[in-house]
């Protein structure tokens, strides 16, 4: 071998500053280490201090290529159950330098972990990777394997698997490795989500105190990043600007945090155009967040985008494409709800944007309070029949074909009746719906507090909010999409649900959901049944005070005569 790549072999070790030759010392090695225990091998890696669990590590002899590749044969056992009762010490990683330091340690991390984690978390927890065998791409596209299979898991039984309705985050992330890797910006935010969400939802607070570095260090890059005007556009930027908000939902209890993130994905979004999320990697990314960019939009009291006609024009080819390709695995009609659905609900945050803004649009020349109002709840109320319309072709749908939800008794002494549905697909277009039907409502009853129907507005989302609350078990069971869509209806629910025994356990499924799926649902905006939407009902008040000084100034006024 030495004669064939003499230069080679002649190069000292690179990253330990040992002139060493290749052919001279690979021998020795081996046969220093390979003949010992694998205990006696981890002795020799271990940090030379016992009081520190978290250190720089180097290890003091050369290492050769040949050694490497024996001894990662001899770790295959690695990948299964450790029988020692050993503590992992930690799991390094390799910066440009060729310098090791932990990703993460573990060293506090109980036996009893192995009973709380997955199969594949437990064999990940357990894998113990050394400087002789390390590969920080392996490493990283480990990491971000295990998080895009617990957030977007395939699905055990395809002919009810509806992956096409709803598309989830497993498309597009399934896509990353090959831009990872090379670019320090999405790597960081990689590491960053998959570390914080891996420590949420398996208790793991060593992972989550070391997600937060990595997170400054993405946060730092992207401003780099953003600043010049070609990465600000590229796909890095805008994934790593998506996972950032990821993380923000999985670690911080703020849900201000997310929606910075979320508002500068749209933005990115936006300034692209919809004719490069048009096909492949762009449009899976842009199909899994659109509903997460109405939502953020909602919460701002913004128009969305999304609502302009090129966009809807995009939305509707993207729909043709799917529909005629092989990505549909379920009902025509379920797919074509989901669609309709999207359709109605990227209306509603332009809908909540101009009902609260009733006093800016009274105040122009051609248009006064009355008719403003006027022209909102008749929105409002096209929106609200158009959804009811699409909700009842849906359940006439799965009732025909089995589907539908199933209630079974429960022993919750609040909510004794829960629902289950066929797949997490369906179970988000119902609570969509619930949610779309319970904000429009909420905005109708605003306009009109004493009409005649504002009570009747207000019996149905209650209803609807109640339906919501017996599906929260159901949709507890997804790893994104349902804590992230359940949390929202559960929100509005406080809005509309009164005695104190349901308002508490709302609130109790909320604080265990920021526990263990996503942390944003622990705090937030609770909204009030007295006032539930502070903005739009103050703009009222203040357009029908308006109009009261108007009528009172076109009143004829008598003067007022003193004395007899």
């Not at 953003?226 to 796909?235: H, I, K, R, V």
């Not at 609260?356 to 105040?363: D, E, I, T, V």
């Not at 919501?468 to 997804?478: A, G, L, N, V, Y």
Request: proline fraction near 5%; aromatic fraction near 8%.
């Amino acid at each position: 071998m030495c004669d064939q790549a003499p230069d080679f072999c002649n190069r000292p070790c690179p990253g330990y500053g040992l002139d060493m030759k290749f052919h001279d010392e690979g021998p020795k090695i081996r046969q220093r280490y390979l003949k010992k225990p694998l205990s006696d091998v981890e002795d020799a890696c271990q940090p030379t201090s016992s009081n520190s669990q978290i250190k720089t590590f180097s290890p003091s002899y050369p290492v050769s290529i040949s050694q490497s590749i024996s001894y990662q044969s001899n770790l295959s056992d690695a990948f299964g159950p450790d029988p020692r009762e050993e503590k992992v010490q930690g799991v390094f990683a390799t910066t440009e330098n060729s310098e090791c330091i932990p990703v993460f340690a573990l060293a506090d991390v109980d036996r009893t972990l192995e009973e709380r984690c997955t199969s594949m978390m437990a064999r990940f927890m357990e894998l113990k990777l050394y400087s002789i065998v390390q590969c920080p791409d392996l490493e990283q596209q480990q990491l971000l394997h295990i998080f895009t299979s617990s957030i977007a898991p395939p699905a055990l039984d395809q002919s009810t698997a509806g992956v096409a309705a709803l598309p989830n985050h497993g498309r597009w992330l399934a896509r990353l490795p090959s831009l990872t890797g090379r670019n320090k910006l999405l790597d960081s935010a990689v590491r960053a989500v998959a570390l914080a969400h891996l420590g949420l939802v398996h208790g793991l607070k060593s992972f989550l105190i070391e997600a937060q570095p990595l997170y400054g260090k993405a946060l730092h890059l992207l401003s780099l990043a953003l600043a010049n005007s070609t990465e600000a556009l590229s796909a890095e930027t805008l994934g790593a600007t998506i996972l950032l908000s990821l993380y923000e939902m999985f670690a911080s209890s703020s849900s201000k945090s997310w929606l910075r993130h979320a508002g500068g994905a749209s933005a990115l979004i936006r300034v692209r155009g919809p004719a490069r999320h048009r096909y492949g990697f762009h449009r899976e990314l842009y199909l899994a967040y659109r509903h997460t960019m109405v939502t953020e939009a909602c919460v701002s009291r913004v128009h969305c985008f999304l609502e302009e006609p090129e966009w809807r024009k995009l939305a509707a080819q993207i729909h043709d494409d799917r529909k005629t390709s092989s990505q549909v695995d379920e009902p025509l009609e379920n797919f074509n709800t989901a669609d309709a659905f999207h359709g109605e609900f990227i209306q509603i945050a332009g809908l909540l944007c101009d009902a609260g803004n009733l006093k800016l649009h009274a105040s122009s020349a051609f248009v006064t309070g009355s008719w403003m109002k006027r022209e909102i709840t008749v929105r409002a109320e096209n929106i609200r029949t158009n959804v009811k319309c699409i909700f009842a072709r849906l359940s006439s749908t799965l009732r025909n074909l089995g589907q539908g939800p199933i209630s079974y008794a429960s022993d919750d002494p609040v909510f004794p009746v829960y629902y289950n549905y066929v797949n997490i697909s369906v179970a988000l277009l119902h609570n969509i719906y619930r949610g779309m039907l319970m904000l429009i409502n909420l905005v109708l009853r605003e306009m009109n507090p004493c009409g005649p129907t504002a009570g009747l507005y207000m019996l149905e989302a209650r209803e609807a909010a109640l339906d919501c609350c017996r599906s929260e078990s159901f949709m507890e069971t997804s790893a994104f999409h349902g804590p992230f869509f359940i949390v929202q209806t559960l929100r509005f629910g406080l809005a509309v649900i009164q005695p104190a025994a349901e308002r508490n356990w709302i609130l109790g499924k909320l604080f265990k959901i920021g526990e263990t799926k996503m942390a944003m649902a622990k705090n937030g905006t609770y909204l009030d049944t007295a006032n539930p939407l502070p903005a739009i009902r103050f703009a009222v008040e203040e357009v029908e005070r308006m109009e009261r000084i108007s009528l009172f100034d076109m009143l004829p006024h008598t003067p007022l005569v003193l004395g007899g």
